[in-house]
């Protein structure tokens, strides 16, 4: 039997225990798999997901660790559980990627300490970039706190307007006219706080 054959041998065992609600196994996976991701997913992705900044990985490598224990029972042993967990962290990190590129194009900065410099990047355009990130957050900011929540839950964690609809007791076709009305009240803020539009939503106004 080879290494790898091991190795995939005793993580099943892990899993099977884990499933039989051995807490000390559980342990044991999570650490297994924090230690693998943390090496192999973050190199491998790093050339592939530039625009993922480390906190971003430590994210989906948490949210892999959590996906991954929370469907052990899907497991099928073809391969080692780590090699499992990694296709799972890789496919979340190349969505986050993915939306984080959109952010970036649209200048779409909800905070306005993320980093900005890149080499070789013109003084000036970093300079309207740095506004820009001032501005989005300030819109984002005076959204009321639904909105902003909407904007979280779908943009930044991948839900659904079906899982929203069913943790807020309202019909899914609700969740999204108010979805797509937080988006407008966004783009309106936006406009506000960069172009001094004379626009605010509606919580500026309630606080005149």
């Known amino acids: 039997m080879s290494r790898n054959d091991k190795e995939q041998a005793r993580q099943y065992q892990l899993v099977q225990r884990c499933l039989h609600g051995d807490g000390a196994a559980r342990d044991e996976l999570f650490l297994v798999l924090y230690r693998y991701l943390h090496d192999k997913l973050a190199f491998s992705l790093k050339k592939q997901c530039t625009w993922l900044s480390w906190s971003d990985m ?10 991954c224990l929370e469907d052990l029972a899907l497991f099928e042993n073809r391969s080692c559980l780590t090699t499992w967990a990694f296709q799972y962290g890789f496919n979340f990190a190349r969505n986050a990627n ?6 970036y194009r649209h200048h779409l900065y909800f905070d306005p300490q993320r980093h900005v410099d890149r080499a070789g990047a013109d003084p000036l355009e ?23 929540q909407l904007l979280i839950w779908v943009l930044f964690q ?21 979805y797509l009305f937080a988006c407008q009240s966004m783009r309106r803020n936006f406009r506000c706080f960069y172009y001094h539009e004379p626009y605010v939503s509606a919580r500026l106004k309630n606080a005149d």
Do not use: G, M
């Not at 430590?58 to 996906?67: A, M, N, P, Q, V």
């Not at 506004?131 to 819109?139: D, F, H, L, M, S």
């Open 58 to 67: 430590e994210d989906i490598i948490s949210l892999t660790i959590t996906k």
């Open 98 to 103: 993915r939306k984080n590129h959109t952010y």
């Open 126 to 148: 970093l300079y309207i970039q740095k506004e820009r990130n001032e501005a989005v957050y300030k819109a984002f900011e005076n959204l009321c706190a639904l909105h902003r």
């Open 158 to 178: 991948n839900r659904s307007f079906f899982q929203i609809a069913q943790a807020l007791h309202h019909p899914p076709d609700h969740i999204r006219q108010l």
